[in-house]
């Protein structure tokens, strides 16, 4: 027990060490590659199961949505003309009504369907940290995934909801915390926003500019646990409880940039990298040889990031047709949501185990084939300018 606790501590901090190298020599994304390197190592016993890897691995998926959130800024979307918003709610109705239309056409279980029209922006904050929040195509994205990133979390917690409790008096009651939370969250911002309007000075009281004792991390982090020991207490989804932690942060104590810096560095440096290899862990690669998984996994994966495309072209004149193919592609890796509702359906027998395999390789070949796309466009489009 004790040598297995060893050779998985080793074995992660090589693999968190050693994937940005390996993300040059291959020339993909570090994600794909921590996941690719995870299930690698899980198949040669180098990663056993492990309850304090799968706690900090969820700690570190928590982690990255509320990094997601510290990338959204709402004084921008407040700012957005009424067509963005509108272009980016048609293109989530779109997007949604390809999905689930692809999902009967190819008769794909129920599961399968309602994974695919989710949105995450989680790896949107890769994506930034990479090419730099600034991007006219990234913004556009951040606001069409915001909205869509809520909606697939409600959507996430119905399912959970509805999953152990069946369509009972009980689901509706989690449906109508749901509500309330949001309700609260919302009251609660416009409160916060007049009293630092008030007394702006508070800020700096909370997260001071000459800062000696970590001030702003303390609170970023207390924040973060906050909202996530509510969603405990209301049996809801936790990821949106960090999400909103990020959003706050962002939204009220935006002055400090270093802070954004500080928190990123943490999460990609440690937490997500783990989650990451943890994914990849979980996947067991001699599934591969399954008659099935391959094909469909492939399926899902055309799927998503054609239903993602289409829906696109609707933002073609907001900002062009190639800023409007990246926006597509930045919103086709729904890894953790894709994750989270595959594991949810297998654990409740929902989905049998071919099919919770077919989502988790789909999940990653998004990743692969949309990161690496969005580079070679991103790279063609600097070129042209």
Same mark, same amino acid.
């Given at each position: /027990?004790?040598? *297995?606790?060893?050779?998985?501590?080793?074995?992660?901090?090589?693999?968190?060490?050693?994937?940005?190298?390996?993300?040059? /020599?291959?020339?993909?994304?570090?994600?794909?590659?921590?996941?690719?390197? =995870?299930?690698?190592?899980?198949?040669?016993?180098?990663?056993?199961?492990?309850?304090?890897?799968?706690?900090?691995?969820?700690? =570190?998926?928590?982690?990255? /949505?509320?990094?997601?959130?510290?990338?959204? !800024?709402?004084?921008?979307?407040?700012?957005?003309?009424?067509?963005?918003?509108?272009?980016?709610?048609?293109?989530?109705?779109?997007?949604?009504?390809?999905?689930?239309?692809?999902?009967?056409?190819?008769?794909?279980?129920?599961?399968?369907?309602?994974?695919?029209?989710?949105?995450?922006? =989680?790896?949107?904050? *890769?994506?930034?940290?990479?090419? &730099?929040?600034?991007?006219?195509?990234?913004?556009?994205?951040?606001?069409?995934?915001?909205?869509?990133?809520?909606? *697939?979390?409600?959507?996430?917690?119905?399912? %959970?909801?509805?999953?152990?409790?069946?369509?009972?008096?009980?689901?509706?009651?989690?449906?109508?915390?749901?509500?309330?939370?949001?309700?609260?969250?919302?009251?609660?911002?416009?409160?916060?926003?007049?009293?630092?309007?008030?007394?702006?000075?508070?800020?700096?009281?909370?997260?001071?500019?000459? !800062?000696?004792?970590?001030? %702003?991390?303390?609170?970023?982090?207390?924040?973060?646990?906050?909202?996530?020991?509510?969603?405990?207490?209301?049996?809801?989804?936790?990821?949106?409880?960090?999400?909103?932690?990020?959003?706050?942060?962002?939204?009220?104590?935006?002055?400090?940039?270093?802070?954004?810096?500080?928190?990123?560095?943490? &999460?990609? =440096?440690?937490?997500?990298?783990?989650?990451?290899?943890?994914? &990849?862990?979980?996947? %067991?690669?001699?599934? #591969?040889?399954?008659?099935?998984?391959?094909?469909?996994? #492939?399926?899902?994966?055309?799927?998503?990031?054609?239903?993602?495309?289409?829906?696109?072209?609707?933002?073609?004149?907001?900002?062009?047709?190639? !800023?409007?193919?990246?926006?597509?592609?930045?919103?086709?890796?729904?890894?953790?949501?894709?994750?989270?509702?595959?594991?949810? &359906?297998?654990?409740?027998?929902?989905? %049998?185990?071919?099919?919770?395999?077919?989502?988790?390789?789909? *999940?990653?070949?998004?990743?692969?084939?949309? /990161?690496?796309?969005?580079?070679?466009?991103?790279?063609?489009?600097?070129?042209?300018?």
């Amino acid at each position: /027990m004790i040598s *297995s606790n060893i050779t998985l501590i080793l074995t992660l901090s090589l693999l968190i060490w050693g994937s940005p190298f390996i993300s040059k /020599m291959v020339r993909l994304p570090i994600p794909p590659v921590e996941i690719i390197l =995870g299930s690698l190592f899980a198949y040669f016993g180098f990663i056993s199961n492990n309850q304090y890897f799968n706690l900090i691995a969820e700690v =570190g998926f928590l982690y990255l /949505m509320f990094l997601a959130g510290m990338e959204v !800024d709402l004084k921008q979307i407040q700012r957005s003309s009424k067509e963005v918003i509108r272009k980016s709610i048609l293109f989530i109705a779109l997007m949604a009504f390809f999905s689930i239309a692809f999902g009967f056409i190819f008769r794909l279980n129920i599961i399968t369907i309602i994974s695919m029209p989710l949105i995450s922006i =989680g790896l949107l904050a *890769s994506l930034a940290k990479n090419y &730099g929040k600034e991007e006219s195509w990234l913004k556009l994205a951040f606001i069409a995934g915001i909205l869509g990133e809520v909606i *697939s979390i409600a959507a996430l917690t119905i399912f %959970d909801a509805a999953s152990t409790t069946g369509f009972s008096s009980e689901l509706f009651i989690k449906v109508g915390y749901l509500l309330m939370f949001i309700l609260a969250v919302y009251l609660i911002y416009r409160l916060l926003h007049l009293l630092f309007w008030w007394y702006p000075e508070l800020k700096k009281t909370l997260v001071p500019q000459v !800062d000696t004792s970590s001030q %702003d991390i303390r609170l970023a982090m207390a924040l973060f646990f906050i909202l996530i020991a509510v969603m405990f207490s209301l049996e809801l989804e936790l990821a949106l409880g960090a999400f909103i932690a990020g959003i706050a942060i962002s939204a009220f104590f935006h002055h400090e940039k270093k802070l954004e810096e500080k928190m990123s560095s943490l &999460g990609f =440096g440690f937490l997500v990298p783990l989650f990451f290899i943890h994914v &990849g862990a979980s996947f %067991d690669i001699t599934s #591969l040889a399954v008659e099935g998984v391959i094909y469909g996994a #492939l399926l899902i994966t055309v799927l998503m990031l054609l239903s993602r495309l289409l829906a696109a072209i609707v933002l073609r004149k907001l900002s062009g047709a190639r !800023d409007a193919l990246l926006i597509g592609l930045s919103l086709s890796m729904p890894l953790t949501l894709l994750v989270a509702v595959a594991t949810i &359906g297998y654990e409740t027998k929902v989905i %049998d185990i071919l099919s919770y395999y077919q989502l988790i390789l789909a *999940s990653i070949f998004e990743i692969i084939i949309a /990161m690496t796309t969005i580079k070679i466009l991103h790279s063609r489009r600097s070129k042209s300018v």
